[in-house]
T-cell receptor, first 118, second 113 residues
Framework: NAGVTQTPKFQVLKTGQSMTLQCAQDMNHNSMYWYRQDPGMGLRLIYYSASEGTTDKGEVPNGYNVSRLNKREFSLRLESAAPSQTSVYFC?????????????????FGPGTRLTVL | SQKIEQNSEALNIQEGKTATLTCNYTNYSPAYLQWYRQDPGRGPVFLLLIRENEKEKRKERLKVTFDTTLKQSLFHITASQPADSATYLCALGSSGGYQKVTFGTGTKLQVIP
């Protein structure tokens, strides 16, 4: 199993350009997520999809859109890139578990996309 | 607002010693807490989960404690090795509704041979 894969690994954009980050998982997970990671800020949730056909905003959704294409794939689109979107982007999927009567959510991450917007 | 605090300064420790990392939180009542490891240029990898009604959890050389009164978790690596050098993230999870996990900023651990 490949787990969670992301493409591309690196990307440089000019301000105003658009692009789509691709993510796929082969673990049959229902939930998928997009995070950005910036120095000193930790992982911040951009959008998530609790199941196929649904998407919801996370902590920092402005400037992004997502598509849950099917159960395996979850893409993130930047319509008009800005320098503030320079970051490392991680896709994750999660396994719903039940531990001691508590529903838990363990996340599996992709390798990340390093995006620079000039 | 919810806040998760991990020591932003790197922790340097001699090989063979026990490394202890701290995760404090405020304005949050998590149902469980997780620890992840992140190596440079890679995504985080899940290590351990501890529930709110558990005091301690162990896995090989790893030990996690969870004190809901102090709102703190401690992550211990015994007999540390240079291969343990990485950034360690704590994450808090809720159990109701959409089960979002909120991550701390991480602590970088350097094990010196």
């Amino acid at each position: 199993n490949a787990g969670v894969t992301q493409t591309p690994k690196f990307q440089v954009l000019k301000t105003g350009q658009s692009m789509t980050l691709q993510c796929a998982q082969d673990m049959n997970h229902n939930s998928m997520y997009w995070y950005r990671q910036d120095p000193g800020m930790g992982l911040r949730l951009i959008y998530y999809s609790a199941s196929e056909g649904t998407t919801d905003k996370g902590e920092v959704p402005n400037g992004y859109n997502v598509s849950r294409l099917n159960k395996r794939e979850f893409s993130l689109r930047l319509e008009s890139a800005a320098p503030s979107q320079t970051s490392v982007y991680f896709c994750a999927s999660s396994e719903r578990g039940l531990a001691g009567g508590i529903n838990t959510d363990t996340q599996y991450f992709g390798p990340g996309t390093r995006l620079t917007v000039l | 607002s919810q806040k998760i605090e991990q020591n932003s300064e790197a922790l340097n420790i001699q090989e063979g010693k026990t490394a202890t990392l701290t995760c404090n939180y405020t304005n949050y009542s998590p149902a469980y807490l997780q620890w992840y490891r992140q190596d440079p240029g890679r995504g985080p990898v899940f290590l351990l989960l501890i529930r709110e009604n558990e005091k301690e959890k162990r896995k090989e050389r790893l030990k996690v404690t969870f004190d809901t009164t102090l709102k703190q978790s401690l992550f211990h690596i015994t007999a540390s090795q240079p291969a343990d050098s990485a950034t360690y993230l704590c994450a808090l999870g809720s159990s109701g509704g959409y089960q979002k996990v909120t991550f701390g900023t991480g602590t970088k651990l350097q094990v010196i041979p």
